[in-house]
């Protein structure tokens, strides 16, 4: 079963707007990545923020993650129409430390030039 | 290159028939993993290996599939007797420890006629 929730499941943004995207997830986690898809391609590993991290920045990316809230946001700044993909959250479950991923169902962006 | 390949890309096969994907993994990882992901879902988890050891099946894993990991190296996934409803992207994916970045390949598009 997909315990991660993104939202909202389709954007559409103008490039150079800001891009948010939320996850939200069920259990104890040990850590949350974020990936992209583009279309029909594989996943490319974006940023990986562990339970004890509140917010971590990669380039234009930055993720925030409460643990509290069992919820975590990505933010894409400044975006370019090559930022045109479908996101995912996929949660590292505290009982079944390393044993899998559980992914949402993700949420496509779509940047307009 | 050092990521995580995958073959064939594509196939097409006809309901029956047995299909057999392979995965490389990046060399110095020990842990392997394959998802398979839907049209429009995020990828779900089948099974994984820790070297050569498979230390976990998911309860999508049917009987007509199996995998294997003979040297800790490369995985194959077979599927026997395909049906319409294995038609899907078959993902591997490989990581260096627990609780670490999963890195993903390109993925197998299944079609089953």
């Known amino acids: 079963s997909q315990q991660g929730e993104e939202d909202p499941q389709a954007l559409s943004i103008q490039e150079g707007e800001n891009a948010t995207m939320n996850c939200s997830y069920k259990t104890s986690i040990n850590n949350l990545q974020w990936y992209r898809q583009n279309s029909g391609r594989g996943l490319v590993h974006l940023i990986l923020?562990?339970?004890?991290?509140r917010e971590k920045h990669s380039g234009r990316l930055r993720v925030t993650l409460d643990t509290s809230k069992k919820s975590s946001s990505l933010l894409i700044t400044a975006s370019r129409a090559a930022d045109t993909a479908s996101y995912f959250c996929a949660t590292d479950e505290w009982e079944t430390s390393g044993s899998r991923l559980t992914f949402g169902e993700g949420t496509q962006l779509t940047v307009n030039p | 290159d050092t990521g995580v390949s995958q073959d064939p890309r594509h196939k097409i096969t006809k309901r029956g028939q047995n299909v057999t994907f392979r995965c490389d993994p990046i060399s110095e990882h020990n842990r392997l993993y394959w998802y398979r992901q839907t049209l429009g879902q995020g990828p779900e988890f089948l099974t994984y290996?820790?070297?050569?050891?498979?230390?976990?099946k998911s309860r999508l894993l049917s009987d007509r599939f199996s995998a294997e990991r003979p040297k800790g190296s490369f995985s194959t996934l077979e599927i026997q007797r395909t049906e319409q409803g294995d038609s899907a992207m078959y993902l591997c994916?490989?990581?260096?420890?627990?609780?670490?970045?999963?890195?993903f390949g390109p993925g197998t598009r299944l079609t089953v006629l």
């Open positions: 994916a490989s990581s260096d420890g627990p609780s670490n970045e999963q890195f």
């Open positions: 923020i562990r339970s004890n991290e």
């Open positions: 290996f820790q070297n050569e050891a498979q230390l976990e």
